[in-house]
């Protein structure tokens, strides 16, 4: 019996050591879990993740937070012996080859508690007068609260929402410059209040808001609305949206644009070609007190796996008294990726197009992404004694995509001229070549 105890109390020693080891590592398991959940909690509320998504990122649960910039590098070489320059007092003589950095930016965009965004954007392309791109704060995501309907709100010097060739951020551009189409009859940025919002996952989207007349700023950097103001709307659908395949899209979109009591509105373009201070080729500001304008536009782009095609129609109307002139014009362009990519499509404007490899990876046998592209572009300004003149321009390009943030593009570029205001008559062309080095993050 004795035996039997003490074969017992050695059988309960024996399981009580190996019990201690895994009691402590369970002990240990649950303190680890303790300090990550309080890490974790901590880490939600306070502290940043870095992180590199197309550019410098910086989120945490409340804050996200983008810091970026683009730096584009551009040299021309142009033949300009068949032109004859409107000149004037002032005027350039002709086009110049050269080179430019044209567009040398920093930004910081960002999202506060899910519902406050803002966007600083400023230009260094020239050392010497710094320009404000972007300066916006906007409300958005109001449907979580406020109901489906509840558009975003947008407040600052912004895109005004008119044309989805000038809506196309210029580093996304399938050429080095926008058509002459897109430079006549759009109005790039201005100080204004717009509402947006999007709908069927972004297949459905809409913006509209009122803006200042003209783009310049005041001595003190103040905007003011002395010059007339623009209403401005555009509405887009994607008909067909293929969404196991971002590499098939169809877009429509139309937009309006009126301008009230302005004094002066500028119509002129330069064509493709944008170096330095350079003539203008068609058109030029169309001034006169109570100046009234009305414009409208219909978007056409289909995006078939490698293919691409993007077209557009404008038609601008001013009135003054009994003047009354209609200008048009339009562009059309198509492109292909060699290599097999397509355009990055999404909610109503393209946006960065990643190649599917980069630039001497995968042992030095990728060679990034390739596309080419062609478009051509008709102006004209011509109608019940307006003689701005007509434009026509065609680009053939080369795209060559490094990688998603570094690109080389190439352009042959053609323009035909013919008119102009009286007693500056011409029918003349010019050609140029541009490359472009850009990066951008």
């Given amino acids: 019996m004795h035996k039997y105890m003490i074969l017992a109390l050695g059988l309960v020693l024996a399981l009580t050591v190996v019990a201690t080891p895994a009691q402590a590592d369970d002990d240990l398991r649950a303190t680890i879990r303790d300090e990550i959940s309080k890490w974790s909690e901590a880490k939600d509320d306070n502290t940043f993740k870095v992180h590199w998504k197309n550019g410098l990122r910086l989120d945490s649960k409340n804050v996200q937070m983008a810091i970026g910039g683009q730096l584009l590098i551009d040299h021309y070489f142009v033949d300009d ?4 320059a409107r000149g004037g ?24 508690h899910g519902h406050v965004e803002w966007k600083l954007e400023v230009e260094f392309g020239n050392p010497n007068n710094p320009t404000l791109a972007d300066g916006y704060i906007g409300l958005v995501n109001l449907d979580d609260c406020l109901g489906c309907l509840a558009p975003n709100l947008r407040v600052g010097h912004q895109r005004v929402p008119f044309g989805l ?27 204004g209040v717009m509402i947006h ?34 209403l401005v709307a555009r509405i887009f659908y994607t008909p067909w949206y293929d969404c196991e395949c971002s590499c098939r899209r169809l877009h429509v979109g139309a937009g309006i644009m009126t301008i009230e009591d302005a004094t002066s509105i500028d119509v002129s373009s330069n064509g493709p070609i944008n170096v330095g201070t350079n003539p203008i080729l068609v058109g030029g500001p169309v001034a006169g007190a109570n100046l009234d304008h009305f414009a409208w536009n219909i978007e056409l782009a289909l995006v078939y796996g490698p293919w691409s095609l993007q077209a557009e129609y404008f038609s601008a109307n001013f009135e003054q008294g009994a003047q009354d002139a209609t200008f048009t ?3 059309a362009q198509v492109s ?19 190649p599917c490899c980069n630039f001497l990876d995968n ?44 690109r080389i593009q190439i352009n042959y570029m053609n323009v035909g001229i013919e008119g102009g205001p009286s007693g500056t008559l011409f029918d003349e062309d010019l050609t140029a070549l541009g490359i472009r080095w850009q990066v951008d993050w």
């Avoid at 012996?81 to 004859?84: G, I, L, P, Q, S």
């Fill in 329 to 331: 014009g339009w562009y």
């Fill in 197 to 230: 919002d999007l709908f069927r996952g972004g297949q459905l989207g809409y913006q509209a808001g009122y803006f200042s007349a003209d783009s310049s700023f005041q001595a003190d950097g103040e905007i003011e609305f002395d010059d007339g103001y623009a």
């Fill in 363 to 406: 042992d030095c046998c990728c060679y990034g992404g390739v596309e080419l592209a062609a478009r051509y572009s008709v102006v004209d300004l011509n109608d019940s004694g307006a003689t701005g003149g007509e434009l026509t321009d065609w680009v053939i390009g080369l795209n060559w995509h490094l990688n998603s943030n570094a």
């Fill in 89 to 112: 007092a002032g005027g350039d003589a002709a086009f110049e080859s050269g080179a430019e950095v044209r567009r040398g930016r920093l930004h910081n965009a960002g999202l506060l």
């Fill in 165 to 191: 060739e000038r809506l196309t951020p210029l580093k996304y551009n399938t050429f080095m410059n926008r058509s002459g189409a897109t430079d006549v009859f759009t109005a790039g940025r201005r100080y």
């Fill in 336 to 354: 292909y990726w060699l290599t097999g990519e397509c355009r990055n499509y999404a909610h109503g404007v393209f946006g960065r197009t990643s």
């Fill in 81 to 84: 012996d068949d032109y004859v």
